[in-house]
């Protein structure tokens, strides 16, 4: 006696759905062959929909990030408050912006994606909006400092180092890379908006706009974000097989320290974050906070500025968005040395481009630095996933830190070095030398071979 196939056997789908094949008796040799079923159309998967709503929200939560370097000025003038001390409130933020990362990654696998990420951005709003009654200096570390680097920091890049590892088996670079691309996008929608609401309206309107901003985005969070392929029955995109959600874990702040206490046995991740530190030196601290009141120094018009700051995002989208997809074909190591590289010959020439109007070379500078501003950040998540496995959203979470961490002490050190000596030329020159340093602790790395995971034909 013959039986059919086997009732309830599992497949995955092209999408990655898992699906049960019934049980069907064979038909008999004399029987009519069955009418053939129409074909059915390919669906999107899932995954795509929920990177396109953390994209979103990375972009609408690039407000806070685009504000520090156009309020110097500002309240400077207002308050008499010097640069270093505005330059403090900023490298509060961006300290708890990285460290609280690892810790935010940890507290995603407990609680979930959604929860995290609404709750971190009502606290930049809060933060933000309470700016505007600030009358003293400490108000402006606990409001632009802490809130908002709490906050900022909940749902920093760890936010899509979580979304990609749980989301994707392909494509993984490439969608690091548009994540990634999101605080550029943002960058690109508000810095223009922002300066010219606190040119015209002042620093006020324009700190409720970020607290909007901010605000606005969580609902998309909350209604359309899942945390994770099997809450909507799905396999990660381009797996073969179906992985069941795991449970939450808790202790997230001990899981967070015990994955930096392993990570910090070995001198792959001092490199990494190294190597990374003197990244937010040489971007957020540098460039993001004193590229425009430098400009200014120089007779530039802050909206001037501020529009080429904007037009770095653009370049940034691009070159991050490639750096995604070279990541899944080069190694990361070289990737990363040739981006130091670049990025530091570019800073030794910024102090001779500045001057009252836009001129070709610093046009270059632009274009140049826009490619190369966040292209570190694909390559570096690979190496974690490469060296830390299960653990490599939390270990880039501590590297993230280390990222921050540099870039506070040039936020603060950079206002200082102006109040000082009257120029920023030093900064940037010694950044340059930095990213020399950082091009060589990359190629130090060592390659570390891995399993490949099952993955299905994917389109």
């Given at each position: ?22 049980s069907v008796p064979a038909p008999a040799p004399d029987a009519a062959p069955p009418a053939p079923r129409p074909a059915r159309p390919l669906r999107v998967h899932r995954a795509w929909a929920v990177a396109a709503v953390t994209f979103v929200t990375i972009v609408g939560a690039a407000a806070f990030a685009s504000l520090p370097g156009l309020l110097i000025d500002p309240l400077h003038s207002e308050f008499g408050w010097s640069r270093g001390m505005i330059g403090f409130a900023v490298s509060i933020n961006l300290a708890l912006y990285g460290l609280t990362a690892p810790f935010a990654a940890a507290l995603m696998d407990r609680f979930g994606i959604r929860s995290v990420v609404a709750c971190a951005l009502v606290t930049i709003s809060l933060g933000a909006g309470l700016t505007v009654f600030m009358t003293q200096e400490w ?321």
């Open positions: 006696m013959s039986s059919g196939p086997l009732a309830g056997a599992e497949r995955a789908t092209e999408t990655g759905r898992v699906t049960q094949t019934s108000q402006l570390v606990l409001c632009w400092g802490v809130l908002v680097g709490l906050g900022s920091g909940s749902m920093a890049l760890a936010f899509a180092a979580t979304v990609a590892n749980r989301w994707f088996v392909a494509r993984r670079g490439l969608v690091t890379g548009m994540l990634t691309a999101g605080g550029a996008a943002g960058q690109l929608v508000f810095l223009p908006l922002l300066s010219w609401i606190t040119e015209h309206h002042g620093w006020r309107p324009a700190a409720v706009t970020v607290a909007g901003a901010a605000l606005s985005v969580a609902p998309f969070v909350w209604f359309l974000l899942r945390d994770h392929p099997a809450d909507v029955g799905l396999a990660a995109f381009g797996a073969a097989e179906f992985t069941p959600k795991p449970a939450p874990t808790t202790g997230a702040a001990g899981r967070a320290l015990r994955a930096l206490a392993q990570a910090a046995r070995g001198g792959t991740f001092w490199l990494l974050a190294g190597s990374f530190a003197i990244c937010g030196a040489s971007t957020n601290g540098l460039v993001k906070t004193h590229f425009v009141p430098a400009a200014h120094d120089h007779g530039l018009p802050v909206t001037t500025a501020a529009s080429l700051l904007a037009v770095i995002g653009v370049f940034d989208i691009v070159g991050t968005v490639a750096s995604g997809w070279f990541t899944d074909r080069l190694s990361p190591r070289r990737l990363l040395a040739i981006y130091y590289g670049l990025r530091g010959m570019s800073l030794m020439f910024l102090p001779m481009l500045f001057s009252d109007a836009i001129h070709p070379s610093m046009v270059l500078f632009i274009v140049f630095y826009g490619l190369d501003w966040v292209a570190t950040v694909p390559p570096t998540m690979a190496l974690c996933r490469e060296h830390y496995g299960e653990n490599s959203a939390i270990v880039f979470g501590w590297v993230l830190a280390a990222h921050q961490i540099g870039a506070a002490l040039v936020a603060y050190l950079g206002g200082v070095a102006r109040d000082a000596l009257g120029s920023y030329d030093v900064v940037w020159y010694t950044s340059g030398a930095l990213c020399a340093v950082a091009a060589l602790m990359s190629l130090v790395v060592r390659h570390r071979p891995v399993a490949v995971p099952a993955m299905a034909v994917t389109g």
